[in-house]
Structure formats: C-alpha cells, structure tokens
C-alpha cells in the first residue's frame, strides 16, 4: 500500500521561500505523476504541479503560480519537494501531495496535508 | 472561480438520491478530457472516488456512479447514509490552461 508523508515548516515568513517535502513509502517512483496541490482555508483544491520521472525529470506547474515553484525528486531518499518563492498570506493553506495517473490525470495516493501559515 | 462550476451544496434525507453536477467546457470536458471525483471527509485528505469517468477504485460502494455527456459531468449517490456528509470535487484537464483543474466543491448534507 502506497503512503505519502508531507514534512516541512508550519510557519513562513511573507516574501520567503516555502519549502516541503513528500515521503513516498510502500512503493517506488515508477511512472507517475508525483503531484502537490494545496487547499486554502475554507476554499477549494487548487493543482501546483506535477514532476515524472522520466530521464531528467519532467515538471509542469500550474501557470498561475509556474514562475514561483520548483519541483524536484531526490530518489535516495524516496521523497520529491515543492519549493514556492516569495510566499504571501495568500500561499497560506493545506499542501497536500498525491500521485498522478501519467495518462488519466486522476490522483489515487494523497498525503494527510501539511498546514503552512504565512505570516510575519 | 473555478473553471469547472459545482453547486457549492446539495442535502437530502438518508436512503434518498442526490446528483452533483461539473459544468466546465470546451477546453476540458468537452475536449473529451476524463473527469474524476473525489470525497473529502471534514479533516482530512481528499479520497479517490470515481476515475476516468465511471469507475470505482476497489473499496468504495456501489450507491457511488459517475457519467458526462458534453462539456457536463455527474456524479449520483443513491441510498445516502450518514458517512456520505463530505465535500466533493470533479476535477479533469484544461488544454488552454495546461494545467489539471477542479471544481470548486459541493458540501453534501445529509439531513
């Protein structure tokens, strides 16, 4: 059985880097869209981005936040991470990580969520 | 504003029917884009519920069924029971966004 672990800082700074990482246990990378999408409080699920392993990794974000978020896969470690720059309240929210279908698009592994508050 | 349009809520009595509906458009459901439908329980992720359109992962009950027909989707909960009070999401594929959407979410109440 598949299970994702967010870990990461519950609190950042405005114009600061948010950065958290998803553990991947009970399974490998394979061919899937290893997926964060984020909840703000009271709102919906918004998608940020997606990383494939697949030769050096391909990534796709959503083009609201694209110019402000890096994914990556450290493979060592079973874990890919989402780093999102110059943060505001409005980054505040549920981080979740999840994997993707690489060819339905649909997420069948969720992480609990981590909670990040923005604020100085 | 979410590019797919849920009513932001739904209710009925237990053992009744009830239809989520997805309205999104010609650049996601209607360009033949899959839909998918999630569940999420008050505090806590979001739960796989209906792939590819009408499919059930293993595990969730049959009074749970999915259609789309056009730029709309469905998803159907007959027999309600109690543990069905959750929010619900559809979300698929927008080609002019190139980005993976979702719905803003209908809260089922079950009276």
């Known amino acids: 059985q598949v299970q994702l672990q967010e870990s990461g800082p519950g609190l950042v700074k405005p114009s600061e880097t948010l950065s958290l990482a998803c553990t991947i246990s009970g399974g490998s990378f394979g061919s899937y869209y290893w997926t964060w999408i984020r909840q703000s409080p009271g709102q919906g699920l918004e998608w940020i981005g997606y990383i494939f392993r697949s030769g050096p990794g391909k990534t796709s974000q959503n083009p609201s936040l694209k110019s402000r978020v890096t994914i990556s896969l450290d493979t060592s470690r079973n874990q890919f991470s989402l780093r999102l720059t110059s943060v505001t309240a409005a980054d505040t929210g549920v981080y979740f990580c999840?994997?993707?279908?690489?060819?339905?698009?649909?997420?069948?592994?969720w992480g609990q969520g981590a909670l990040v508050t923005v604020s100085s | 504003q979410s590019v797919l349009t849920q009513p932001p809520s739904v209710s009925g009595a237990p053992g009744q029917r009830v239809t989520i509906s997805c309205t999104g458009g010609?650049?996601?459901?209607?360009?033949?884009?899959?839909v998918h439908w999630y569940q999420q329980l008050p505090g806590t992720a979001p739960k796989l519920l209906i792939f590819i359109n009408v499919n059930r992962p293993s595990g969730v009950p049959d009074r749970f069924s999915g259609s789309n027909s056009g730029t709309s989707a469905s998803l159907v909960i007959t027999g309600l029971q109690a543990e069905d009070e959750a929010d619900y999401y559809c979300?698929?594929?927008?080609?002019?966004?190139?980005?993976?959407?979702f719905g803003g979410g209908t809260k089922l109440t079950v009276l």
């Open positions: 999840a994997r993707g279908d690489w060819n339905y698009n649909y997420f069948d592994y």
């Open positions: 010609s650049s996601n459901i209607g360009a033949g884009y899959d």
């Open positions: 979300a698929s594929y927008d080609n002019t966004l190139t980005a993976s959407v």
